[in-house]
């Protein structure tokens, strides 16, 4: 009884350390790179929990859906990955801990409202 205890801890154990990141994800309008009050708490969110972890990076991918101008919507991308970024560092997230990363224009899967995101993750350097 007392091994099967000892295992069931340290299977615990190993899972808590190898949890894999959270990932908070910021909606915007339509071809809009303004962060709403709900986006400004997720940033807040983000920027306290990297606080917690100094240690880990703040990575931070900005999408937009694909329209008939891709060249305007990698442009969105990336002022919705800048807009976050800022705020981040604004929140007190040092930049030399945010990765930026604008994805490519796509509607895969149907995906017109998940397109007009930014997902952040904290993560192991």
Known sequence: MRRLFSVACLSLLA?????????????????????????LDVVAQVAQEAGKHPSRIVRVEG???????????????????????QKLHDDGVPSERIVQT??????????????????????SP
Do not use: H, W
Request: net charge positive; aromatic share 6%.
């Open 63 to 85: 999408y937009a859906g694909a329209s008939k101008d891709l060249s305007a919507d990698a442009l969105v991308a990336i002022q919705r990955a800048k807009a976050v970024t």
């Open 15 to 39: 899972a808590c350390a190898t949890q894999t990141p959270r990932k908070y994800v910021v909606f915007f309008s339509n071809q809009s790179a303004e962060l709403d009050q709900a986006g």
């Open 102 to 123: 604008p994805r490519a224009p796509s509607n895969l899967e149907g995906m017109v409202v998940g397109s007009r995101r930014v997902e952040i993750e904290l993560t």
